[in-house]
């Protein structure tokens, strides 16, 4: 990657269904984003079937000519950004097409999808009887009863087997081995209820490390790291954005949050609505939450640089002053955080939706809406230099404010 995170706007432009090209959207060419403003970030959400808006993101800044320095993701954005990171730019669209490609509906699936009224229903029956090609098959022992004993790397009622083996095709681990692209995927210790992120610039990651951030119980098992067992990393943190401010050593960075979760919505009138927006609310994470406390923290170690610069030069070289000092920060970090839309017709089984004609609407709303993003390039606005935290709001394609 060139020193302005920029190359020459890719002109092949494919697409998740099985006809083998990708969505298609005008290209906005080549977009520079300066290399003082510093590493570019993506952040990928947990959130199933909804991952493939992250994959149309990924898509616009590819065609863009940027490539992200560090991809940090959770469940399905943890294998999204192994299949971006373990690969060259070159390949990475590629994989992911064959990815979405595995995972969509089996040709009985997509039949009984166009009956009328009970289609889609019948579509997530199959689903949840029979599993998913590439990614998980039902475990028959877990069907025996709740306490039958299957073992702790087995209770779960499918086996995630089907999707080691596609990341082993898929991803090139020796790639992320390499340091390139640094990875990081977040996942929950069953045994301390912590929070892990198992990062390539200190640990060697596998196809175990990805499915274990995406080892949501009680449908996946939980995955053994070392001598601990780990569970879906969004049991904790599904908004795993934390990784980049609490990172040692703090980089000026460019972070594109993609939120698949609504965290806003209007208030349910039945019991189907109410486990639409149960789901929403749970696994948006309090992301905004998050997002403004990091915002106020990282305002304070502004503030703490600040005034020590204030400081006599001998009052500075004191020790218990530098030790304070040391608290403060100057890095300046721009959050673009990407929200997904709701699609006509969601409910609370859209995560599960591996239909063609699903994973090709949200890849093309994530391609059109982060293309869209990318032709404001919101980063270079005139912000306040004390802000350390710049937020740039962003949904639909639409900047909704830049605080």
């Known amino acids: 990657m060139d020193e302005d995170h920029g190359a020459t706007s890719s002109a092949a432009q494919t697409d998740p269904s099985r006809n083998g090209s990708l969505p298609q959207a005008g290209s906005i060419g080549k977009v520079v984003i300066p290399k003082e403003l510093g590493q ?3 952040v990928l959400q947990g959130g199933g079937a909804l991952g493939a808006y992250q994959a149309g993101v990924y898509q616009a800044l590819h065609e863009a000519g940027i490539e992200p320095d560090w991809v940090i993701g959770t469940s ?3 294998i999204n950004a192994s299949l971006i990171a373990g690969n060259v730019p070159k390949d990475r669209l590629s994989r992911l097409k064959d990815f979405w490609n595995r995972v969509e509906h089996s040709g009985l699936q997509r039949a009984y999808a166009n009956v009328p009224f009970i289609g889609a229903m019948a579509a997530n029956c199959i689903t949840i009887m029979s599993g998913v090609p590439g990614f998980f098959k039902p475990n028959p022992l877990a069907f025996l009863g709740q306490h039958v004993p299957l073992g702790s790397e087995s209770a779960a009622y ?3 087997a089907p999707l080691e083996q596609t990341l082993n095709e898929l991803v090139d681990f020796e790639q992320v081995k390499s340091g390139s692209t640094r990875l990081t995927v977040g996942a929950a210790n069953v045994r301390t209820s912590e929070m892990r992120y198992f990062d390539s610039k200190n640990d060697t990651l596998s196809a175990k490390h990805v499915m274990a951030s995406g080892a949501l119980p009680p449908g996946f098992p939980p995955v053994r790291i070392g001598e601990d067992l780990f569970w879906d990393g969004g049991i904790l943190s599904n908004t795993p954005v934390e990784a980049v401010f609490d990172d040692n050593l703090r980089r000026n960075s460019v972070v594109f949050a993609v939120h698949i979760w609504n965290p806003q919505g209007s208030e349910p009138q039945t019991l189907w609505q109410v486990a639409n927006r149960q789901k929403e609310l749970q696994y948006s994470s309090r992301a905004v939450s998050h997002i403004m406390r990091q915002k106020q923290i990282h305002r304070l170690r502004h503030i703490i ?7 006599p030069e ?7 002053i530098r030790e304070l000092a040391g608290y403060g920060c100057l890095t300046r970090m721009h959050v673009v955080r990407l929200l997904a839309p709701q699609l006509t017709g969601e409910d609370h089984t859209k995560d599960i939706d591996f239909s063609a004609s699903g994973i090709r609407a949200r890849w093309d709303a994530g391609l059109e809406h982060t293309s869209k993003i990318l032709a ?10 004390v802000e350390g935290f710049i937020l740039h709001e962003a949904h639909s394609g639409a900047m909704v404010s830049t605080s």
């Open 40 to 42: 570019i970030v993506l």
């Open 76 to 78: 399905i954005g943890a």
């Open 158 to 160: 499918y086996s995630t």
């Open 305 to 311: 640089a600040e005034l020590s610069a204030r400081l």
């Open 314 to 320: 001998a009052v500075r070289k004191r020790d218990e």
């Open 376 to 385: 404001q390039s919101p980063w270079l606005e005139n912000t306040d230099p």
